[in-house]
Nanobody, 119 residues
């Protein structure tokens, strides 16, 4: 069974930068896509950025031009570089991995890591 270990996050002032990392470990099938999603209490979870195994990224509209996602297939990991963070970026950020298993696609989530942007 795959486990997703997230690291990074923390507190930063507006305009600052943070990095998040997510590493898949354990037993798993081919991981097709990995990504970061975020959620604020009371709101729906939203896409921050995802990336395919081939390296094609997809960004949420609110982070385009500020965040950059990258992937290391050899280490089954992704990183998210976040720049010019704003108050609205405060949320719990969770890593997701989609595996291509024998009976279909399997979705796994990490525990989440808190990002707080405050003056």
């Amino acid at each position: 069974q795959v486990q997703l270990e997230e690291s990074g996050g923390g507190s930063v002032q507006p305009g600052g930068s943070l990095s998040l990392s997510c590493v898949a470990s354990g037993k798993f099938f081919l991981i097709l896509e990995m990504g970061w999603y975020r959620q604020v209490a009371g709101n729906q979870r939203e896409l921050v950025a995802s990336i395919t195994r081939g390296g094609r990224p997809n960004y949420g509209d609110s982070v385009k031009g500020r965040f950059t996602i990258s992937r290391d297939n050899a280490h089954n990991s992704i990183s998210l570089q976040m720049k010019n963070l704003q108050l609205d970026d405060s949320a719990v950020y969770s890593c997701k991995a989609i595996q291509n298993g024998p009976t279909g696609y399997y979705e796994t989530w990490g525990q989440g890591t808190l990002v707080t942007v405050s003056a």
